[in-house]
DNA sequence: CTTTTTATATACCGAACGGTATATTAATCT
DNA sequence: AGATTAATATACCGTTCGGTATATAAAAAG
């Protein structure tokens, strides 16, 4: 691994742990085995490193996210592989998963913050194009989507929230088909089935 | 207003603007015209701050779900009640709800998230609780009680969260009865209703 | 009317912050 | 081989950080 490579890496877990405005350039660098100005010249400031981070490892699921959703035909079957994604995003890297929710959860004006809110954006507004091309389907959705697509979203990420809580470290294998596709079907038919 | 609560209302203005790391007691004690000792006297430290302003507002909010739980017949009931109660909690102050959110989201090492920890699992087990008294009705309940405990603490906040992010200064009014019921229809019945 | 307690301010501490000017080594190009 | 560029280090910048030693004003208690 290159030093630009690496320095992302501690950065990230550093990040993870500690949170971005509590961890200094100086603790980054460390932990990597170089010096400041290493950081400085490859990323140019702390939240260009971090920018840097997000672009790296996002770009890649959003542009899966925006296929699914552009090639679905029925909502269930969208909405399921949309779980699968979500979830693979996850495993791939749970601490950076981890990292970026913490990022969308801080204050409006944090730097962090707003770093990391286009992509959010964007998967919000994949999501709620899946469901806008199925509001003619659903008759009772009236303008609905975009609380659909927030729950959606939002059901997911609690689910997966929920594993991490339980086990941080992975420490239990993945997360198989079935749980998935169970709270997929949650959220689409509610508890009693 | 005597000196401590403005401390605590700057605090808590600051906090949820920037992020708690971001503020400095510098900053606060500017807010409130005041200075650093005079801080330092009432509450001890920084996150001694922090602690107090979390144990005011939310200790009230605790109770009444922990009431809410306790009296419940019927989950629908009991949901729906919970559903009223978050909401309120919200609309009493949208920036305390918010800066709650962002902390729980925060790095575990963080002593800010450490601080409000406790809130939140207190929180978690009561809505399990509502959950588990209602097993032996659902059949097709098999332990899953704490996936919906977190799934419904996770669409009702999801809710609130899109409800600020349309309208973070409260211009448009307060959220009606019918919409949290509306919601809360969502997580037990699912989308197709 | 003292004495004590409560509440506030001035002025400071060492440490850590993000960032940089400058020098040096290692690799690449001509 | 010589020149250039890329990659790294030493040593430093001014600023802000959380926190405190000490003094003082105001209020309460005796």
Redesign the interface.
Known sequence: MNNRALLMECAKEL?????Y??VGVQEIVERAGLTKPTLYYYFGSKIGLLKTLLETRFERYLSQVETAVGAGSDIRETLYRLGEISCAFYEEDRQFYMLM??L???????EAYQAVRPYFVELYESVVQAFEREAGK?G??RGRQ???A??F???I???L??QWETDPEESSGKIGGEQIAS?VD????????
């Open positions: 990040f993870y742990a500690k949170g405005d509590a929710m913490a969308l959860y801080s204050a409006r004006k944090n659903l009772n959705m975009r609380q659909f927030i729950g979203l939002g059901t990420h609690q689910y929230f929920l709270v949650q959220f689409m038919y509610g508890i009693f089935t």
